[in-house]
């Protein structure tokens, strides 16, 4: 049975580590240090857009031209079509036919109201606990997936860890010694994952749809990331390019690109295996709660029959108007190019240098840091042998008013066992300007040497 709300409550009191009952105060209050602390508070846990990275003045203009022409804000304020509002279909198609250079249709996109949202849509409508065995979900895990999953049906012993290696995103071989008898949902972060930043290669992306085919697997691919991505920087003040060059097919783009077999199609249906899940929450702000899914234009009209959809129209219309003309207008990708990448580029630049000058000699290591690009939000830290995130975690909080997410929090909700993160932890480089990135990864040096030095 699905746990519901309140009991996730309840079990959240229990077993929650002070860590995370800090940081849900802190999302209640976000910018409160202890009184009686001289230091500013720096949060690393938070997974927000810094409010430098936001562009108001593009919703602004968006806004004015909606609002001033009836033939788009009478269809933008009324209840709009299931799959959602065709403008920003279409704009979408196009623009993501050019991020990941293959053709994309607009029936194959269903707008949503943002990934968590769709993620829910799509359990509610393609799975059912008395049918779908098993989520299978990437490990280090996006922590939020798992409540969706739970509330889903998927409560406690549904959903299972599968590693990631170090290399390049979930162990293939593994997850197919796990898969042989189910019916599965696979969940993963395929580009620049929440939390460890690893992409899966493209051969793994192919080993992972012929296997979803061959064992009845939806894989859900949150690409929340996959726009946000740079070359590392050799050192922060370095002027590069801010865009790698091309992106990787989307696991839907792989399945999509292979002709289903026979008995693939059903009822002469064909739903695909995998789909992608993304979001203008980190393009142009969370707030806005708009995003869409990518699959077969069979399964995006099975989505858009979600009932909560089918009464009331796909989420965010007025939203999804205004993306529209963001898009329509060329500013979506000029945000990108001009604002969030060579933000992010450049604060990933100054944690990287940063944490090798305060942390490289105390043996700390960083993940995914050794193929010329990054993207993101976050950085993964390994600590040396014998701290523990969580204990780290409540010392950076305690003692240098610093907020830190420990490993744990990463481990899948009742398969902690199957994938242990006690020794790592994540730092979320997004939310704060330069200068508290810099003196925030020297806090977290205070705190590991005064650690390292008691257990010597
Ligand atoms: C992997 C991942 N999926 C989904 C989300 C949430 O996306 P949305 O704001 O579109 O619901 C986040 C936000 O941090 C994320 O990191």
Same mark, same amino acid.
């Given at each position: 049975?699905?746990t ?19 940081i ?28 430098s ?35 920003l279909r ?7 036919g ?32 008395s ?22 049906g ?9 590693p ?20 599965? +949902?696979?969940? !993963?972060?395929? *580009?620049?994952?929440?939390? #460890? %930043?690893?992409?899966? &290669?493209?051969q793994?992306?192919?080993? $992972?749809?012929?296997l ?9 691919s949150?690409?929340?990331y ?8 050799p ?10 060059g091309?992106?990787?097919?989307r ?9 289903p ?13 995998a ?24 399964? +995006?009209?099975? !989505?858009?029959? *979600?009932?909560?959809t089918r #009464? %009331?129209?796909a989420? &965010? ?5 205004? $993306?529209?003309?963001?898009m ?12 969030v990448r ?9 944690i990287i ?5 305060e ?22 830290l ?11 975690a ?17 481990e899948?909700s ?11 932890i994540?730092l979320?480089?997004?939310w704060?300007?330069e200068h ?6 020297r806090?977290l040096?205070?705190?590991?040497r005064?650690m ?5």
């Amino acid at each position: 049975m699905a746990t519901t709300a309140s009991d996730r409550t309840i079990s959240d009191s229990i077993n929650t580590s002070p860590v995370l009952q800090d940081i849900t105060n802190q999302a209640l209050d976000p910018d409160k240090s202890d009184p009686g602390s001289k230091k500013e508070l720096i949060n690393f846990l938070r997974g927000w857009p810094s409010p430098s990275l936001l562009s108001p003045s593009i919703l602004q203009s968006a806004t004015t031209a909606l609002l001033s022409d009836p033939s788009l804000f009478v269809p933008a304020l009324q209840y709009g079509p299931d799959p959602g509002y065709q403008p920003l279909r279409e704009e979408l198609a196009v623009w993501l036919g050019r991020q990941y250079s293959t053709e994309t249709k607009s029936e194959q996109i269903c707008i949503t109201g943002g990934a968590s949202q769709g993620l829910a849509c799509v359990l509610a409508s393609f799975t059912d606990p008395s049918y779908t065995q098993t989520v299978w979900a990437s490990a280090p895990c996006y922590y939020l997936a798992c409540p969706i999953f739970e509330d889903a049906g998927f409560g406690l012993g549904r959903i299972k860890a599968v590693p990631e290696d170090q290399e390049d995103g979930i162990d293939i071989d593994l997850l197919e010694t796990m898969l042989k008898h189910y019916r599965h +949902v696979v969940y !993963l972060v395929s *580009t620049c994952s929440n939390p #460890s %930043g690893t992409t899966m &290669s493209l051969q793994k992306r192919k080993q $992972l749809v012929e296997l979803a085919r061959k064992h009845d697997v939806l894989v859900v691919s949150d690409d929340v990331y996959d726009f946000l991505q740079w070359t590392i920087l050799p050192h922060p003040d370095a002027s590069s390019p801010s865009k790698p060059g091309p992106l990787l097919p989307r696991l839907s783009d792989v399945d999509l690109s292979t002709p289903p077999s026979t008995t693939e199609i059903k009822e002469g249906k064909w739903f695909g295996n995998a789909i992608s899940n993304g979001s203008f929450s980190k393009l142009l702000g969370p707030g806005l709660r708009t995003g869409w899914v990518h699959g077969t234009p069979d399964f +995006v009209m099975g !989505l858009s029959q *979600t009932g909560a959809t089918r #009464s %009331g129209g796909a989420g &965010s219309q007025f939203a999804a108007a205004l $993306l529209a003309e963001v898009m329509k207008a060329g500013e979506l990708e000029r945000h990108l190019q001009e604002t969030v990448r060579p933000g992010l580029q450049r604060r990933h630049g100054i944690i990287i240098e940063t944490i090798k000058q305060e942390l490289g000699e105390l043996g700390v290591t960083v993940a995914a840091q050794d193929k010329g690009r990054f993207g993101g939000y976050f950085v993964w830290l390994t600590l040396p042998e014998g701290l523990d995130g969580k204990r780290v975690a409540q010392k950076a909080r305690q003692e240098e008013e610093l907020i830190l997410a420990d490993g744990e929090m990463f481990e899948v909700s009742g398969d902690e066992q199957g994938a242990k993160f006690r020794g790592n932890i994540r730092l979320s480089f997004s939310w704060e300007e330069e200068h508290k990135i810099r003196e925030g990864v020297r806090r977290l040096g205070s705190v590991l040497r005064a650690m390292l030095e008691k257990i010597q």
